[in-house]
């Protein structure tokens, strides 16, 4: 699955300001529902995105946006898991997995 990457800065006065950063594929996974409040309920769990660059060739970091396909949107928390080679065959995996919050 193709999703868009936005990377968050701020302006002078300490308003996020969104700036496209191109596509990179995805694998949505673990993404769970609980309820926080009676009426509220935050999403969260975890997305697989391939190693490397952007299509524009931003480096992901934490902060970043991600917008699915399905118009879900999930802000990246945190370093990447599991972010080294197999201890057993040395392979450098194509995919690295981040805890992601839902985000507007």
């Known amino acids: 699955m193709i999703a868009q990457v936005h990377s ?3 302006d002078q006065f300490g308003d996020p300001i969104e700036t496209p950063q191109g596509t990179i594929d995805v694998i949505p996974g673990g993404l769970s529902v609980a309820p926080l409040l009676d009426a509220v309920t935050v999403t969260s769990g975890q997305i697989g995105i391939r ?3 952007t299509s524009t060739g931003h480096e992901l970091e934490e902060g970043d946006k991600i917008t699915l396909p399905t118009g879900y949107r999930y ?3 945190g370093p990447p898991l599991w972010d080294y080679p197999s201890n057993l065959t040395g392979t450098e995996f194509a995919y690295r997995w981040w805890r992601v919050a839902q985000s507007n």
Do not use: C, I
Request: charged content about 35%; aromatic content about 0%; overall charge positive.
């Open 8 to 10: 968050v800065e701020r």
């Open 51 to 53: 190693r490397g660059t």
């Open 75 to 77: 802000a990246l928390q």
